[in-house]
């Protein structure tokens, strides 16, 4: 009970620190006339998915790579499954055609890429299955094109994001920055030592634990956001924050993980692998092959029953 306590509270110090070093970075920015959409390609972008970030950099340094690698493949199927079906629930899911043609083919990209790149054994004749260091390169690299397209269609559609910005003196800008920095790093060191004790006292899998329990935890943020999205009847913010977060999630944030250490798969099964690229193909079937451009109140429902059916999996694994 203690440590899940901590890992609630820690939690809760990781996604406030992500909340102050946003504000500090984007006044910070917009105080030497920084875009906004490069803010909120950047700065913004980087502090939704800071909770992913901490914890999985913090389990590769600390050799917990179990939970680095559960973080993101768990995340990335609760982020389609279970965050875009409660959406869907509510209110039906207008999809923006360029996500359709485009952004949600690139997240089942992402995931067939870190199948390929994990898979050394069975694909390559590798010694062992793990994401290495130049694979982290490789990662990165789609990265940066998938920010270089971002900003091309930015341009192309010539409107600047509407983003609000707080105003404050550069001083305690800096302040909000070292001071976002610290909890991060310290909100992530003991989330990570208690999923690990969760882990031991349970007998449950650090895969486990990281496919589950850690991945909903840093995923709330974009939980919250997208409902919020749908309450306020922007639909088609709920599932753009849902595909750029997948993106995010498997290319920058496994990508510099693995420049800390190399991510063995270790217990990491290719079922999970293979739900989360089935959790792609299902979006994009739900909003491409059907010709609507629309994720409907029972393929939301469906999208729930997955993920019940994928933890029940799970669980029935400890």
């Known amino acids: 009970m203690i440590s899940f306590l901590i890992l609630i509270a820690s939690l809760a110090v990781v996604v406030f620190g992500a909340s102050i070093f946003v504000d500090g970075a984007s006044s910070l920015a917009k105080t030497y006339k920084i875009p906004n959409i490069v803010i909120g390609l950047t700065v913004v972008a980087f502090g939704t998915s800071a909770p992913e970030f901490t914890v999985s950099a913090y389990a590769a340094y600390t050799g917990n790579t179990d939970i680095a690698v559960g973080n993101i493949v768990g995340s990335n199927i609760f982020n389609i499954f279970f965050i875009l079906g409660v959406s869907a629930l509510i209110l039906p899911l207008k999809v923006l055609k360029n996500t359709v043609l485009k952004e949600i083919p690139l997240s089942l ?41 971002l900003l091309h269609l930015t341009k192309t559609s010539g409107e600047d994001e509407n983003l609000v910005i707080k ?53 709330l943020p974009e939980l919250a956001t997208s409902i919020v999205a749908v309450l306020k009847k922007n639909p088609d913010i709920a599932v753009g924050n849902i595909v750029g977060s997948n993106l995010f999630n498997a290319f920058f944030i496994l990508g510099s993980s693995s420049l800390i250490a190399p991510l063995p798969k270790g217990n990491i099964t290719d079922i999970d692998m293979y739900v989360c690229i089935i959790a792609s193909v299902l979006l994009l079937g739900a909003c491409y092959l059907f010709g609507k451009n ?19 999996y799970q669980v029935s694994q400890v």
């Open 109 to 149: 990209l992402a995931a067939i890429v870190v199948f390929v790149l994990v898979n050394d054994v069975q694909l390559s004749q590798g010694t062992e299955n793990l994401i290495s260091f130049g694979d982290g390169l490789i990662l990165l690299s789609f990265f940066i094109i998938f920010m270089f397209y």
């Open 294 to 312: 629309k994720i409907t109140k029972i393929e939301g429902a469906f999208f729930l029953l997955c993920y019940i059916g994928y933890v029940g």
């Open 167 to 219: 105003k404050m003196s550069k001083l305690k800008s800096v302040l909000f920055i070292i001071s976002g920095l610290i909890l991060l790093v310290v909100g992530g060191k003991f989330f990570v030592d208690n999923a690990v004790e969760i882990a031991l006292g349970f007998g449950m899998s650090q895969a486990v634990v990281g496919l589950t329990i850690v991945a909903v935890g840093t995923s």
